[in-house]
């Protein structure tokens, strides 16, 4: 299997842009999770979903973030309008949860895009 | 909620052993996982630890005490590849997601 498969994984552009991250996950596994990492505030769960549907967006920071997975091998993580604070690495990670919620505590990370946003 | 303390950085040379401690604060327990991150890279998987004692994995060994809420992670036989940011995490409330600690940065010099 390729692993987690994110794109772009470098992305500059100018505040008040749309910015829009890409995430394929590894083939089976029914969780994804986005995350931010920044130095100040370390890995933040932005948020996560399990057989395509979103259960936890409290960690999304504001209304310009939105994310979506239209189907079990593709989501995205839309920012509009970016602003320089959101220029970070985020990082799309998958893992297989099993019946009534079981997790597995191993996830599987891309390799992140770096944002940045002047 | 969910927190997690770890040391902001470890020194340490090639051959020797390092611990790197952490210790949390969570509604609800579901164990205790290990992750690696070097420079640039994705956090890796190292360990996972959901009953008290001792898990060793190699070179790498992880130690949970669930009374004290604290467990390591412990690096034998250091070698500069080693040098990383080493997280901890738990799982959120939910059960659902796992929380980062802030990370570790080893540092190993020859």
């Known amino acids: 299997d390729a692993g987690v498969i994110q794109s772009p994984r470098h992305e500059v552009t100018e505040m008040g842009q749309e910015v829009t991250l890409r995430c394929k996950p590894i083939?089976?596994?029914?969780?994804l999770f986005w995350y931010r990492q920044t130095m100040m505030r370390g890995l933040e769960l932005l948020i996560y979903?399990?057989?395509?549907?979103?259960?936890?967006d409290s960690g999304m920071p504001e209304d310009r973030f939105s994310a979506k997975m239209p189907n079990a091998s593709f989501s995205t993580l839309k920012i509009q309008p970016s602003e320089p604070r959101d220029s970070a690495v985020y990082f799309c990670?998958?893992?297989?949860?099993?019946?009534?919620?079981?997790?597995?505590?191993?996830?599987?990370f891309g390799p992140g895009t770096r944002l940045t946003v002047l | 909620g969910q927190s997690l303390e770890q040391p902001s950085e470890v020194t340490a040379v090639e051959g020797a052993i390092v611990q790197i401690n952490c210790t949390y604060q969570?509604?609800?327990?579901?164990?205790l996982s290990w992750y690696q991150q070097h420079d640039g890279g994705a956090p890796t998987f190292l360990s996972y630890?959901?009953?008290?004692g001792l898990e060793e994995t190699g070179r790498f060994s992880s130690f949970l005490s669930r009374s004290d809420s604290y467990g390591y992670l412990l690096l034998q036989e250091l070698q500069m590849k080693d040098s990383a940011s080493y997280f901890c995490?738990?799982?959120?409330?939910?059960?659902?997601?796992?929380?980062f600690g802030k990370g570790t940065t080893l540092s190993v010099s020859s």
């Open positions: 990670a998958s893992s297989l949860t099993g019946e009534r919620g079981v997790f597995y505590n191993e996830q599987f």
């Open positions: 083939s089976g596994h029914n969780s």
């Open positions: 979903f399990n057989n395509n549907v979103p259960i936890d």
């Open positions: 969570t509604s609800g327990f579901y164990g």
């Open positions: 630890n959901a009953l008290d």
């Open positions: 995490a738990v799982l959120n409330q939910a059960g659902t997601a796992l929380i």
